[in-house]
Structures are given as structure tokens and as C-alpha cells.
């Protein structure tokens, strides 16, 4: 069975950093595109960033240059850390692994950024 376990997500000050941190278990994140999402209150959930077996990543325009996601695959973690937060980046931030039809979701952490 897989399961994605999301950590440190919580409340920053706007300017302020997080990292998020996911492990995988039940399956080995060197043959998955890995990556988060997040979803804000009333809103569709959308793409934050991804990284591919080989080390390629993919942002979304709203926080290129403010966020960053690595792999660790000896680790079997995928980490997002999180500079110059600002109160939109206020959501629930999922993991997830995919590949070919196969995906997986974690049970995702809250990011409030507040002053």
C-alpha cells in the first residue's frame, strides 16, 4: 500500500520561509514524477511544482523564483521550501507521485501566511 506523508507545513509572516517535506512509502520515488500541489479555500486545486525521474522540475508562474523542489532518492523524500511567502500562497499543500495512469496523493498540510 503507498501512502505520502506531508510535514511541515504551518503559520509564517508574510516575507517569511517554510519547507514542506514529503516521504514516500510503499513505493520508490526514483520512477515517479513527484511533486506539489496546493489547494485555497474555494478555489480548484493547482500545480505548485514537479520534478521528473531524471531531475527535470517544472514551476508555476506564481512562485518561480520563490519556491524550489528536490528529490532525495536515497531518501525517497521530495521537499519544497518556500521563500518570500505571500498571504495567496495560503493553502493546503498535497504531495503527489505519478506515472504513466497511476497517482498518488498525500493527506496534505496547511500553509497560512499572516500577519
Known amino acids: 500500500q503507498v501512502h505520502l506523508v506531508e510535514s511541515g507545513g504551518g503559520l509564517v509572516q508574510p516575507g517569511g520561509s517554510l519547507r514542506l517535506s514529503c516521504t514516500a512509502k510503499g513505493i520508490s520515488f526514483s520512477t515517479y514524477t513527484v511533486g506539489w500541489y496546493r489547494q485555497a479555500p474555494g478555489k480548484q486545486r493547482e500545480l505548485v511544482a514537479t520534478i521528473i525521474g531524471g531531475g527535470g522540475t517544472n514551476y508555476a508562474d506564481s512562485i518561480k523564483g520563490r519556491f524550489t523542489i528536490a528529490k532525495d532518492n536515497a531518501k525517497n523524500t521530495v521537499e519544497l521550501q518556500m521563500n518570500n511567502l505571500k498571504p495567496d500562497d495560503t493553502a493546503v499543500y498535497y504531495c503527489?507521485?505519478?506515472?504513466?495512469?497511476?497517482?498518488?496523493w498525500g493527506q496534505g498540510t496547511q500553509v497560512t501566511v499572516s500577519s
Open positions: 503527489t507521485a505519478r506515472r504513466f495512469g497511476e497517482i498518488h
